[in-house]
């Protein structure tokens, strides 16, 4: 498991983007796919989060909504192990 993930945050075009990126990289695969749950905030079904690969790298591509305009930044996912860790970062 990498250390830190590029996590890309959609209004609800995560599972679209994500199918699209793994159609370009000759090395892409999903692994894995969270879709809403009955007592979340958007109705049960939907995507809410994808992960994937391009040629080894791990992404995260999240439905978050559009309370958070489209901006050039990203956001970085840290795998800690420990809560120590955590409270160290």
Known sequence: MQK????????????????????????AKISSVTRYAQDGPDPK?????MTFQLEGQEFIALNG???????????L???????QEVDEL
């Open 4 to 27: 830190i993930t590029p996590f890309l945050w959609f209004n609800d075009q995560a599972e679209e983007a994500v199918n699209f990126y793994i159609s370009v990289f000759k090395h």
């Open 45 to 49: 079904g939907p995507v809410m989060s």
């Open 65 to 75: 909504g559009p309370m958070f305009s489209f901006t050039p930044a990203i956001s």
């Open 77 to 83: 996912f840290v795998n800690c192990e420990t809560q």
